[in-house]
């Protein structure tokens, strides 16, 4: 019982884990171009110091690309218009994420059709595909023919003009590094919403781009002719004074290994995940050990009986085969219950990763093919063997005289290597705990660093997403938070455009008033309401907070900005001005001078 409740129990945590990395590793395989789909990154240089890694650049890229390249076969761009809200009849259905793609994203990525043609879906403007969850939502759908939805109009967001449903698709696997529920057509970006430079520019850097190659073109020296593509279509220097250099990311690779800024793919990290499968392989290595040190513990009880089968004419190889059918059944036996605790244990543990796991991730496509679930097959029957063997091995070796004259005794071969595959059990657990409690002190670490704005007691309330933003906008905001300010418990309230913590924006064309117009620094920068500072609770080095009289509804009109320490400690600013940056008792000599931004 001992033997078969240590089995189950590793083979149990082992098979949990190990479809959490199978699934992970498994990130859009389910799309049969996969192996040929590439995402755009690039990276922004000035004054030759890397300032972004990011995912997002200019609408012109992929097409450009395509127009420049014999071996770019397809290309889509792909907006986030995040969550919006679907209004159909009187029904609004809220928080549906949004993408605005190219018609050809259907070509190049495998989603399947429930209803409408892929091929034209979304050639034209004001043309929406929503999931099948969706369309059940907003259409009350209980059946599996969806073709009688296709055609209906409804709105999105706050949009003056009604959209054509033109096909519904499955719902996007957890699987999948691009996660929406709905697809705008990229035409009504262009046209209906009047964004002009979203169809063809090399100035704003909004987009996001996904190319196909050519089956067999290598994918690194297509990246080796960027540089010239680069230089032919971006002159950064008349814009942010920055360079910029291009290059491809497979697709399989972009969940697992990604580092980038400006991110709207499902990440996560390739370390976690092979940190995870050697762990599932200690798991299950410490439980077979354990089973062969029991089993060899034992061999004094059997060892008459082995005596009694060799004297009635039992051979060596026939005793080893016994002993080893033994192991395999308790093996099998331990596997049945294994897979028990797994059925049982399936919810808690889907909560914990927040995926919707099963047994069939344990055979999910993954990286380099099968070889996941290829290799837990081969571990598992090697380790059966293997833990089976060498107890079989020892109980067939006895000698029947000496046992029968009880005269046997434990060789010392066999005592040293039960005592080091102790050690190693021991170690391996050692190895796991001391694994666990480092991570808890880093985490713990983290925790209680100091941040620079106090987050203890501060509430972040998401503005309402179905109002316009028009010339009332400004006052509802400050009516609004006015009405925060009288709750019984507000201490403070205020307002921004990004929440600390969350990546906020850039201007890439940062230079002091009196500096060489044509050098540029690179700022985070945040729009923020009066009370700001004081409802973070932040400390002021110099100068003032903001007062009413700085704001204004026109950007062009606001001429009074607040820099953190970093800002002015950055040397190349203050060299390019002729001054070096000032010490703490000097801050006050920087309040006053003029910065420009473009």
Avoid at 407 to 413: I, M, R, T, V
Avoid at 563 to 582: C, E, H, M, Y
Wanted: hydrophobic share 45%; with cysteine; aromatic share 12%.
């Amino acid at each position: 019982m001992i033997n078969i409740l240590g089995l189950s129990l590793g083979m149990a945590a082992c098979l949990l884990i190990l479809q959490h990395v199978n699934f992970e590793l498994s990130y859009d395989h389910f799309n049969k171009n996969a192996s040929d789909i590439y995402r755009v990154v690039n990276d922004r240089y000035q004054n030759n110091k890397l300032i972004q890694h990011g995912t997002i650049t200019y609408s012109a890229v992929s097409k450009a690309m395509k127009d420049d390249y014999p071996e770019v076969l397809n290309y889509t761009r792909v907006l986030p218009m995040g969550q919006q809200i679907l209004t159909f009849k009187d029904k609004k259905i809220p928080k549906e994420q949004a993408l605005a793609v190219d018609n050809s994203f259907f070509s190049m990525f495998s989603y399947p059709f429930l209803a409408g043609d892929s091929k034209t879906a979304l050639k034209e403007a004001n043309t929406v595909i929503i999931s099948e969850t969706l369309a059940r939502k907003i259409f009350d759908v209980h059946g599996n023919n969806f073709d009688p939805y296709v055609g209906k109009l409804i709105t999105v967001a706050q949009d003056t003009f009604p959209s054509k449903v033109v096909g519904i698709i499955k719902d996007v696997p957890e699987n999948s590094v691009l996660q929406f529920d709905m697809l705008l057509s990229y035409q009504t970006v262009i046209h209906s919403y009047g964004y002009k430079q979203a169809d063809y520019d090399f100035t704003d850097s909004d987009f996001w781009h996904y190319i196909q190659l050519k089956a067999g073109t290598d994918y690194k020296v297509f990246d080796a002719k960027l540089a010239a593509f680069s230089q032919r279509h971006f002159q950064g220097n008349k814009i942010s004074g920055s360079v910029e250099k291009f290059y491809l990311q497979p697709l399989l690779k972009v969940h697992l290994y990604s580092d980038t800024e400006y991110e709207i793919a499902q990440t996560g990290s390739s370390t976690v995940v092979w940190g995870l499968l050697i762990i599932a392989l200690f798991i299950i290595s410490i439980a077979w050990i354990n089973y062969i040190n029991l089993a060899t513990a034992r061999s004094v009880e059997r060892a008459k009986e082995v005596g009694v089968r060799k004297v009635t004419g039992a051979t060596q190889g026939q005793l080893i085969r016994q002993f080893l059918t033994e192991s395999f059944l308790i093996n099998i036996i331990a596997l049945v219950i294994a897979l028990v605790v797994v059925y049982l244990a399936q919810g808690v543990f889907n909560d914990l990763v927040q995926h919707q796991l099963s047994f069939a991730y344990l055979f999910k496509k993954g990286l380099g093919g099968y070889v996941v679930s290829i290799g837990l097959i081969v571990v598992i029957l090697t380790g059966i063997f293997v833990s089976g063997f060498y107890p079989a091995f020892v109980l067939s070796a006895f000698k029947p005289i000496m046992v029968l004259k009880g005269k046997f005794s434990s060789s010392k071969k066999g005592a040293i290597l039960r005592k080091g595959l102790v050690i190693g059990q021991f170690a391996i657990t050692v190895v796991l705990i001391t694994g666990s409690f480092v991570v808890y002190k880093q985490i713990k670490y983290m925790s209680d660093q100091k941040l620079g704005v106090n987050i203890d007691q501060v509430l972040v309330v998401n503005g309402p997403v179905f109002v316009k933003q028009d010339t009332t906008f400004v006052t509802r905001t400050n009516a609004f938070v006015g009405e925060l300010d009288q709750i019984p418990g507000v201490k403070n309230a205020a307002t921004s455009f990004w929440v600390p913590g969350n990546e906020m924006g850039r201007n890439f064309g940062i230079r002091a008033s009196d500096a060489d117009p044509n050098t540029h620094f690179t700022m985070r920068f945040d729009g923020v309401s009066q009370d700001y500072i004081k409802t973070y609770g932040m400390t002021l080095l110099a100068g003032r907070g903001f007062a009413p009289t700085d704001y204004n509804p026109k950007y062009d009109k606001l001429h009074n900005l607040i820099l953190n320490q970093d800002a002015v400690k950055n040397p190349g600013i203050f060299i390019a001005t002729g001054r070096s940056w000032p010490y703490h008792d000097e801050w006050n000599k920087e309040v006053g001078h003029h910065w420009r931004c473009s």
